[in-house]
């Protein structure tokens, strides 16, 4: 599966995912993206999953 995890959890948390193709999203070069933008770019990358510790998240 396809991860993709938000600035606001721990870089380090890909590590404790194994089996699972995961990326943060300043790997991806999409830090400080709005919410609304990130969700279209990871959908179009083929993201599967997109952690997040956000409330409210708007498209």
Not at 14 to 25: D, E, M
Not at 26 to 36: C, I, L, S, T
Request: aromatic share 6%; glycine share 12%.
């Amino acid at each position: 599966m396809k991860l993709l995890l938000d600035e606001c959890l721990p870089r380090k948390l890909k590590h404790h995912l194994p089996g699972h193709v995961c990326h943060t999203v300043p790997e991806a070069g999409w830090a400080g993206k709005k919410n609304g933008e990130l969700l279209r770019l990871a959908e179009k990358s083929g993201f599967e999953i997109f952690l997040t510790l956000d409330r409210g998240i708007g498209v």
